[in-house]
């Protein structure tokens, strides 16, 4: 915790009652280990070391005094009783446990919280998470069962950034230590580094199949959506089969560009995003493969395993890009033509409106962003700027398809329509047309829905649930990945005192589905086939303008 935060909570503790005694203060909680099954309780780790510290302010500064230390018992319990109102740190640290410092890997190796004790709070409760760190090791072979040394093998969860990428030794085995308990994915990549351009050509090489191993996903699936999550557990060396490898020959696509107007110097830039079914992830986007090359108006690309993907083509001599292509490319066994035509960028300009009978906030101007689908025709993703009259301008953007997300200057206000040129539009996907401006007004309204859920399994109480809201009716893409996914709304996560889980969130009003499932599952909704089985089972929730409901809803299984 920052000092300054521990400088304001020591004054708030101390401000009327400087050290003054207190009986019956307490300070007492627990240290769990997580389970990996998210339906699995926490428990008790036994034999920690905990330190309680107070600190006091001395002469303008905080002060930290160690004045107690303890062992929790079998079941992770300790408590203190401290001799004055007063802020307190207490820290907890055992051999062979970490807390979790990254969505992955473990970095530190103990844990602090803070405890404020007042007349008003004579007590806290605190609960520690630690864990052991898991090792995940495993073998590729070829299809003769020989080793396969030096490819890259990913590791990691869904949602994350950045993957873990190890190595496989000449012996064909990989290992990955340290990592968080939980579900992973596992990746082998071939061995080419990725698609690369061949420009200029020759006929012949319209012909040449390169040979390569093909990139699989555990436990030897060639796309995302079949691969199968291997469980990490706390402290355990998990090993995994042998990943059997195949060699395949893959196919050079053939891209020729109309409208090039290759001027000297030109430079093109390639974005290669595979298209799963799947709500694309902050991974999923930063790891898009990029190819450099001059501009030209035919060449190839190789290296490109079977599968769906986008092709955005952008003009980059200059910053932003001013001009892009799009095509969506079928790689099957044989050699692809494809065909794109360069666009110029186009700009939005827009304003905020307000609804009928509603004065517009003052204040703080609200925040938009234009975010275009695909996601491989990449666009600035800083909000824009909006005056304080209310309007706005985005320029250069790429692509067809652009989705606004509005987030309003003050609580209570929410985006009820958005038009564009005059017409209403579904799902807040605004379409463009390359080279025109669209103009585009923001109705804001001041009478959101309000809906609170709770959340029971079985007959119980669930103390740590995420629900999703989806507008209905769902739009179901065909073939998957050729149109936005949903809008979802993710209502507050938190636990309530007792374990009852109650949560608000205001919405626009409208129809959705509704569903409950933990936090631990948010990941596997991104496949779309999974988001929309759990929407049709949901519950319906039809909302008015200003309306509160109250629902109940059972924890839904997104794995079954």
């Not at 085995?173 to 596992?186: A, E, H």
């Not at 909704?525 to 039809?542: F, H, N, P, S, Y």
Request: include cysteine; charge should be negative; proline fraction near 9%.
């Amino acid at each position: 915790m920052p000092l300054t935060a521990l400088y304001m909570l020591t004054s708030i503790a101390l401000h009327g009652q400087p050290g003054t005694p207190a009986d019956n203060l307490e300070i007492r909680g627990t240290v769990v280990e997580p389970n990996p099954a998210a339906s699995a309780p926490a428990a008790g780790i036994g034999g920690v070391q905990v330190k309680l510290t107070e600190y006091q302010q001395t002469n303008g500064t905080l002060e930290p005094t160690v004045i107690a230390t303890t062992i929790t018992d079998s079941q992770g319990g300790f408590s203190f009783h401290p001799p004055r109102f007063a802020t307190y740190m207490v820290e907890v640290e055992k051999e062979g446990y970490t807390s979790q410092a990254s969505s992955t890997q473990m970095i530190e190796s103990g844990l602090k919280l803070a405890a404020l004790l007042t007349r008003a709070q004579p007590t806290a409760q605190l609960q520690f998470k630690l864990t052991r760190p898991g090792e995940l090791t495993g073998r590729v072979v070829d299809d003769d069962g020989k080793p396969v040394g030096g490819l890259h093998v990913e590791i990691y969860t869904r949602p994350v950034s950045i993957p873990i990428d190890v190595t496989t030794n000449g012996e064909g085995y990989f290992t990955s230590p340290k990592l968080i308990p939980g579900q992973y994915l596992v990746h082998v990549k071939s061995r080419s580094s990725g698609p690369s351009a061949v420009s200029p050509f020759s006929e012949a090489d319209l012909t040449v199949a390169d040979q390569d191993f093909e990139s699989v996903y555990w436990p030897g699936v060639p796309d995302l959506r079949s691969a199968t999550p291997i469980t990490v557990s706390p402290g355990a060396l998990n090993s995994i089969a042998a990943i059997r490898l195949h060699w395949a020959s893959f196919p050079r696509v053939h891209v020729s560009v109309a409208e090039a107007n290759c001027a000297p110097d030109t430079k093109w830039r390639l974005a290669i995003q595979h298209v799963d079914g799947t709500v694309p992830t902050e991974s999923e986007i930063l790891n898009t493969e990029y190819v450099l090359m001059p501009c030209s108006k035919d060449f190839l690309i190789r290296d490109v395993a079977p599968g769906a993907y986008w092709f955005g083509l952008l003009n980059t001599t200059k910053d932003p890009a001013e001009r892009w292509a799009l095509a969506r490319v079928d790689v099957a066994r044989t050699s692809v033509d494809v065909a794109m035509a360069m666009y110029p960028a186009s700009e939005i300009t827009g304003r905020f409106v307000p609804a009928e009978g509603v004065k517009l906030p003052a204040g703080r101007s609200p925040q938009i962003w234009s975010t275009p689908w695909p996601t491989v025709m990449t666009s600035p993703l800083e909000p824009t700027r909006v005056d304080p009259a209310g309007t706005f301008v985005f320029s250069n953007r790429l692509g067809l398809m652009h989705q606004m997300i509005v987030l309003p200057s003050q609580e209570g206000y929410y985006a009820q329509t958005i038009r564009v040129n005059g017409a209403p539009v579904a799902g807040r996907i605004i379409t463009l047309t390359p080279g025109t401006p669209a103009q585009v007004e923001i109705v804001i309204d001041d009478k959101p829905a309000n809906l609170t859920a709770s959340v029971v399994d079985g007959d119980k109480p669930v103390a740590d649930a995420t629900v999703v809201l989806v507008k209905w009716p769902l739009v179901s893409a065909s073939p998957p990945g050729s149109a936005p996914p949903p809008v979802l709304i993710y209502i507050q996560d938190g636990v309530q005192p007792m374990g009852v889980r109650t949560q608000t969130n205001r919405v626009a009003p409208g129809e959705y589905r509704a569903f409950a499932i933990t936090p631990e599952a948010k990941g596997k909704i991104g496949d779309l086939t999974i988001l929309e089985r759990l929407a049709r089972e949901g519950q319906r929730v039809k909302l008015e303008r200003g309306e509160s409901q109250t629902i109940t809803l059972k924890l839904s299984d997104p794995g079954r």
